[in-house]
């Protein structure tokens, strides 16, 4: 995983750069995910842990909002970039080798992140703002 200052989000293939945003048989489950970095402190926290939060491979850490725990929910970041909640981002096998008990610490209330399709592309930047739009 590499942390960058800004991406690319499109209609055909999620976040530029990763393989597992492209369109994929319909519906468009997983084009983005995202994970609150609030959420990710607070499973650290409960470890008593410091694991950068690239480390749960979500394509977008989200600071000062509290992201919706429900599908349908449209999300605007930046000037352009529209996203729709689609399901939660379950926490697989691999947390529980980067650490254990890392995926029971993602598990409740949505902690592990969510996913989401591209309803209107552009670019992001860390700092731009993200607001919930419905």
């Known amino acids: 995983m590499e942390v960058i200052d800004r991406a690319r989000i499109s209609f055909a293939g999620g976040v530029e750069g990763d393989f597992r945003g ?3 048989g319909a519906p468009y489950k997983r084009q983005v995910s995202l ?7 607070a499973a650290m926290a409960e470890l008593g842990l ?11 850490l989200v600071a000062d909002l509290d992201l919706p725990q429900r599908a349908g929910v449209r999300i605007a970041i930046g000037d352009d970039v529209i996203l729709e909640t689609t399901i939660e981002t379950d926490p ?7 650490a254990p008990g890392l995926q029971a610490a993602l598990t ?3 902690r ?7 309803v209107a592309e552009g670019e992001v930047r860390v700092g731009d703002s993200i607001r919930i739009l419905t």
Do not use: S
């Open 112 to 118: 592990g992140g969510l996913c989401a399709f591209v």
């Open 22 to 24: 492209g369109l994929k």
């Open 50 to 60: 410091d694991i950068p939060w690239q480390e749960r491979r979500a394509n977008l």
């Open 92 to 98: 697989c096998q691999r947390m529980e080798a980067i």
């Open 35 to 41: 994970i609150e970095a609030g959420d990710w402190a």
């Open 108 to 110: 409740p209330d949505w």
